[in-house]
């Protein structure tokens, strides 16, 4: 059977005619598929019964459900959501808190069941790549995280990152449907300025993203700005090397005018000296950027140890003398295994 989220508005419309229902029809169910967030016919109330009853016998809507739920000490919360052919993947809710008011509320999303890029240092590296998600399951992810939200805090989503499983840029058609159905009008209505889509490097794809003009953010997982270094981490590296990753990104700024932001772990005795630092505030140049210094979070199938916070602080000051916009984030939810890079669907 046919999953009807698959479908445009024309070629429902065009469905619709064809079983002798009117065209305007498929706008409605539209509406109830993605502004309304339905997923069964029978809560699409403004159809008549027969007509409901006609969608059921041709169509399905394929359900992403909350297999599990894990609350770390900090407020974040996993998410294992099981798909409609058993796959699993997981999607966190991360509350930020100022002044001990809700400041932002952002769901990190998955794009893939498993990785095929075996980053050393991500627990997700390590999983086979399974399939890619199509743009209802990760539609499905922000809206079961929107819930949470909504539920725990009385405070609706306000920001969304492609850091969960999978890379984005490898399901590139799917990410990109997906993030129309949730900044669209007829959809959730998001601006695409509060999402960001983090990339492990794809040359190709990110001079993809500039000929489509797309409004939302792009974050590069550097973690080296050396080739060699990198290589031994991001074995993409080796494909997309930092030369071809700058022409790429400076192509990207070229055509949308969007700063990028590059996401650097700082691991110890690997890449946190001041020739490191130097080296990352060199390729900083190549296009407007800022730069997030990421806390590791550690996993059983790697050794790499965090930077001691000396380092981190001389690391960080040296870039800041450089000029560049520098951020230390933080890690959230590692208790539960739900910070960055320890995403693997465990239980």
């Excluded at 980053?119 to 890619?132: E, Q």
């Excluded at 969304?160 to 058609?173: H, Q, R, S, T």
Aim: net charge positive; charged share 25%; hydrophobic share 35%.
């Amino acid at each position: 059977m046919q999953d009807i989220r698959k479908l445009t508005t024309i070629q429902l419309k065009d469905w619709l005619t064809q079983h002798g229902e009117q065209g305007f029809r498929a706008k409605q169910i539209q509406e109830w598929l993605w502004k309304k967030s339905v997923l069964s016919f029978d809560q699409m109330t403004n159809l008549s019964l027969p007509m409901r009853e006609l969608l059921k016998t041709h169509f399905e809507i394929r359900p992403l459900t909350v297999d599990q739920e894990q609350r770390s000490s900090d407020g974040t919360i996993k998410s294992s959501f099981r798909l409609f052919d058993g796959n699993l993947v997981e999607g966190v809710l991360i509350p930020a808190l100022r002044n001990d008011d809700v400041d932002r509320m952002t769901a990190c999303v998955s794009s893939q069941v498993g990785c095929s890029l075996t980053c050393k240092f991500c627990a997700t590296g390590y999983m086979d790549r399974k399939r890619n998600l199509d743009a209802a399951e990760i539609y499905d992810q922000v809206v079961a995280i929107d819930r949470q939200a909504k539920e725990n805090y009385d405070v609706p989503l306000s920001n969304i990152v492609y850091m969960g499983m999978g890379e984005p840029l490898l399901n590139y058609k799917n990410v990109l449907e997906s993030v129309d159905r949730i900044t669209s009008p007829d959809g959730l209505g998001m601006s695409p300025k509060r999402i960001t889509v983090s990339t492990a490097g794809i040359a190709k794809m990110i001079r993809q993203l500039g000929d489509d003009a797309v409004k939302f953010n792009l974050a590069l997982s550097l973690h080296a700005a050396n080739d060699q270094k990198r290589d031994q981490i991001m074995p993409i590296n080796e494909s997309n090397t930092l030369q071809a990753l700058g022409d790429a990104l400076s192509y990207f700024y070229k055509k949308t005018g969007t700063r990028i932001t590059f996401e650097y772990i700082l691991f110890y005795n690997f890449n946190d000296t001041i020739q490191d630092a130097t080296e990352l505030w060199k390729f900083t140049k190549r296009v407007p950027a800022k730069v997030n210094i990421i806390e590791y979070n550690p996993i059983a199938e790697a050794n790499f140890k965090n930077t001691d916070p000396k380092t981190l602080d001389k690391f960080a000051g040296f870039l800041d003398t450089k000029g560049v916009t520098v951020n230390v984030r933080r890690s959230r939810g590692k208790d539960i295994d739900a910070a960055c890079g320890q995403l693997a669907g465990k239980k």
